[in-house]
């Protein structure tokens, strides 16, 4: 999948490096010489809807970053938090990721546009929850 999605946004092969997650049966996933933002956004929807590959109800994706002015934040006082991304529980369009700010708020951002929205229901999955 992390292949396909390289060729897909014509990304070096050595974009992205893996390894072994503290939990048994995860993987981390780190992008030694970054990537652009959106691009982080897209590769977090991505791997949950793989476009080429089934996509496994086992399978659970969560991102984090540092957020920096790369991103298109809606305010700057951002800059320097940590933050999750993740894909919104029962979500059905596959167009958006919502971003929860660590001490901030959430934020949906949909592909249309990717502008940062202040949403009121952070829609974590179930599995995020007990995190």
């Given at each position: 999948m992390l292949a396909d999605f390289a060729a897909s946004y014509e990304l070096p092969k050595s974009y992205v490096e893996t390894g072994p997650g503290a939990v048994d049966r995860t993987?981390?996933?780190?992008?030694?010489?970054?990537?652009?933002?959106?691009?982080?956004?897209?590769?977090?929807?991505?791997?949950?809807?793989p476009f080429k590959?089934?996509?496994?109800?086992?399978?659970?994706?969560?991102?984090?970053?540092?957020?920096?002015?790369?991103?298109?934040?809606?305010d700057p006082s951002l800059v320097g938090k940590?933050?999750?991304?993740?894909?919104?529980?029962?979500?059905?369009?596959?167009?958006?990721?919502?971003?929860?700010?660590?001490?901030?708020?959430?934020?949906?951002?949909p592909f249309t546009n990717l502008r940062w929205q202040r949403v009121e229901l952070p829609r974590r999955p179930p599995w995020l929850r007990e995190m």
């Open positions: 993987k981390v996933l780190t992008f030694p010489r970054d990537i652009p933002p959106e691009v982080f956004l897209f590769l977090v929807n991505y791997l949950t809807y590959h089934e996509p496994r109800d086992s399978l659970a994706v969560v991102g984090t970053a540092t957020l920096t002015s790369a991103f298109a934040l809606p940590q933050a999750f991304v993740y894909v919104p529980d029962a979500d059905q369009e596959h167009d958006v990721v919502y971003v929860d700010v660590v001490g901030d708020a959430v934020y949906a951002v």
